[in-house]
């Protein structure tokens, strides 16, 4: 089973160069371990381009989809045998990241 782990953060700038290398350690295990399926950080959110196509034309609009406190800084894709195990891998990440994460299963 995949699970989307996204980290959850209230400021742009990226980890410290100890979040960094921790996040790294991390990534090496899940590799090591098997549950590394991909990951990646993102930019911040006013670098964000949201597109609705369900018209007769597409409308781009600057910006992200929507205003918040808090905003995705980046994820994981993880494969676990069960919830109980992404879990378990999604708080270690959250311990090494220095941030919120949330985990989800793809269907």
Same mark, same amino acid.
Request: glycine share 8%; hydrophobic share 45%.
């Given at each position: 089973?995949?699970? #989307?782990? =996204?980290?959850?953060?209230?400021?742009?700038? =990226?980890?410290?160069?100890?979040?960094?290398?921790?996040?790294?350690?991390? *990534?090496?295990? !899940?590799?090591?371990?098997?549950?590394?399926?991909?990951?990646?950080? !993102?930019?911040?959110? /006013? +670098?964000?381009?949201?597109?609705? *196509?369900?018209?007769?034309? +597409?409308?781009?609009? /600057?910006?992200?989809? #929507?205003? =918040?406190?808090?905003? #995705? +800084?980046?994820?994981?894709?993880?494969?676990?045998?069960?919830?109980?195990?992404? &879990?378990? &891998?999604?708080?270690?990440? =959250?311990?090494?990241?220095?941030?919120?994460?949330?985990?989800?299963?793809? #269907?």
């Amino acid at each position: 089973m995949q699970y #989307l782990v =996204s980290v959850i953060h209230d400021r742009t700038a =990226s980890g410290t160069p100890e979040e960094m290398a921790a996040i790294d350690a991390f *990534n090496d295990r !899940l590799q090591t371990e098997g549950h590394w399926v991909f990951a990646g950080g !993102l930019a911040a959110p /006013d +670098a964000a381009t949201v597109i609705d *196509n369900r018209g007769q034309e +597409a409308l781009f609009t /600057d910006g992200p989809f #929507l205003e =918040s406190k808090e905003y #995705l +800084a980046g994820f994981w894709v993880i494969e676990a045998p069960d919830l109980d195990v992404a &879990l378990k &891998l999604a708080a270690e990440g =959250s311990k090494h990241c220095n941030r919120k994460v949330e985990v989800r299963p793809f #269907l």
